[in-house]
């Protein structure tokens, strides 16, 4: 059996809700640490994916390059970041952690993490696979749909 | 055996990627129908809920007021909503859908419904109901760390 596209719509109007409520409660949570929304976001990406020139991270984040790069200017004026030559690029520095940066982002997703184990301790772990599953799905099948690369998810 | 907040976050990592794409799609699939975003989830919040006053499309739809105020605006110089007073409230009336916007709304839906029968042919239906149970206890759970009434889901 196969599930059909009225049941997955229900997954997909629940995705707006989320997103909104978790960019509300990260940014909340940040406050304490001076820390953006977008330079969380920038740290995450960079402690994933290790270092990477403005434009990767910019598709990375399906943000246009612009934005990245005054994250960057604000990550380095706090520290956080640092750029050094790209041996690929010779115009495109790689911006990667400090180990302040790296720190800093340790301490907050530590942090967010432990906000979610109350929710995570109320769940199946096969349910939270299966939502993996059907979201991947998802991205991978509306990227398709508007001919975009997904951004990476992992 | 319960869930990680670790596997958890795998969840919420793919919900923004998800929430870009999907409002890509919707919104070129929207453009033969001279539509905007905003228009359509008003449409879809008084087709789900009926009849209802700004103030409350605003709470259903975690949007300013007067954000929604523009989109009546717009939908009304379409033809999709009308306007009717409010028993309960003299001061606010009622918004909600004409004929016309009420087929509209269902055609650009079916649609919608269309697109995502590929990707739902591929999934198991235990899966997505998973997906859905354990994005209502996020939405519910982040809510209440961040102090927020949950956006209607449904």
Request: no cysteine.
């Given at each position: ?18 997103h ?21 976001a ?37 520290g ?10 010779r115009r ?18 530590e ?5 979610l ?5 109320a769940?199946?772990?096969?349910d ?27």
């Open positions: 059996m196969t599930a059909d596209s009225r049941h997955l719509y229900a997954v997909l109007r629940r995705v707006r809700p989320l909104l409520l978790s960019a509300r409660a990260v940014t909340a949570a940040l406050e304490s640490e001076q820390l953006t929304l977008g330079v969380r920038l740290l995450e990406t960079l402690t994933d994916g290790g270092p990477a020139p403005v434009p990767a991270i910019g598709r990375m984040l399906s943000m246009p390059r612009q934005v990245i790069q005054r994250l960057v200017d604000q990550a380095i004026e706090q956080l970041v640092a750029t050094r030559p790209n041996p690929a690029h495109s520095p790689l911006v990667e952690l400090t180990a302040h940066g790296r720190t800093t982002f340790g301490r907050v997703h942090a967010e993490l432990h906000n184990s109350t929710i995570a301790a769940l199946d772990p096969d939270v696979a299966a939502a993996v599953r059907v979201l991947d799905a998802l991205v991978a099948g509306v990227a398709r749909i508007t001919g975009d690369q997904p951004e990476e998810a992992t």
